[in-house]
């Protein structure tokens, strides 16, 4: 597939993958503000690296599903939704 195709996003799992962010997010984050799927994962909630790996890990756990992450783009992934977005667009299921 070309890099500029857009790829194909699976609606339920972006909105169920946004639902298991946001339950997943408080307990790795030092953030007393509300968590939107429009939060900005860096900026905003101070993600790490190693945050972010830890929060995959845990939505692969709770999917069943392997994210493929070798062709995401950082700096487009912005938000929580970016994330979701990327996500559906990216896994593959066991």
């Not at 994210?67 to 783009?73: A, H, K, N, W, Y």
């Not at 912005?78 to 994330?83: E, F, G, N, P, S």
Request: aromatic share 4%; no cysteine.
């Amino acid at each position: 597939m070309d890099a500029d195709q857009e790829t194909p996003v699976d609606v339920r799992m972006r909105d169920a993958v946004t639902a298991t962010m946001l339950a997943i997010l408080p307990g790795l984050l030092d953030y007393d503000g509300p968590l939107t799927p429009h939060s900005r994962l860096q900026d905003e909630l101070g993600l790490s690296s190693s945050l972010v790996l830890e929060l995959l890990l845990g939505i692969e756990e709770t999917h069943d599903i392997q994210i493929d992450l070798e062709v995401m783009d950082e700096d487009k992934v912005v938000t929580v939704a970016d994330l979701a977005e990327y996500i559906a667009g990216h896994y593959e299921q066991f």
